[in-house]
């Protein structure tokens, strides 16, 4: 199975096939015939799949795709966009971090929801060194998720890894857990993906006050 890399751009080739003719004037009754009916199964296929899309396009219910991450132990991180897309999804990635689509969401009862961030990012961006010390995130400190609701997820660090750049393992759930996984690449080389995961510990009502300070846990 292939996976694709973050910050990774592929592009496809297409070739031509050209086939020689067979028409003939005997054959255009069944050659009309057999391309309506192509045509017809085509049209059903398209509908199928654009109801599928339309249906796994479809947001949980009551709440917005678009979050918010704060880690108050890290100071370019205070209120980032997180904006749910596809791994290659450029434009997500430059302006804040990306939610991998398909992984989980905070208020759901198990989830690992898996988001990824530039080490350096783009100046004037809200990417910019965005995840630069997460190498720096200690156990125990704490990643804060806000929904679109204002409803605050806390998590707690717990684990931190290296897996190699092909490696998707850690976008699986995590049995019996709600978690966080915070992606970047290593340095120097920016080769490998550094994982800090984080355990929801608690959900909090609301906004934060306003003016709170914004201190490491």
Sequence with gaps: MRTERYEWWTSERKGRRYYGSGWRPGRKVFVLAGLALILFAAGLVFLDVRRAGEESAVPPP????????????????????????????????????????GTGFPWQREANVYIAGHRLGYPNTESFLVFWDLNRLRMGRR???????????????????????????????????????????????????????????????????????????
């Design 62 to 101: 009551k709440r917005d795709v678009t979050m918010k991450l704060s880690i108050p132990s890290m100071k370019n991180v205070d209120g980032v966009p997180v904006y749910t897309a596809a791994a290659h999804n450029k434009p997500a990635l430059r302006n804040g971090t990306l939610h991998l689509a």
């Design 143 to 217: 990643v804060v998720l806000t929904d679109s609701e204002g409803e605050r997820y806390i998590y707690r660090v717990y684990d931190r890894f290296v897996l190699g750049p092909n490696d998707a393992s850690a976008t699986k759930p995590v049995a019996g857990r709600n978690v966080v996984s915070l992606q970047t690449c290593t340095l120097p080389n920016y080769t490998d993906r550094l994982i800090v995961r984080a355990e929801l510990v608690k959900i909090l009502q609301g906004p934060a006050p306003r003016g709170a300070p914004n201190k490491p846990a």
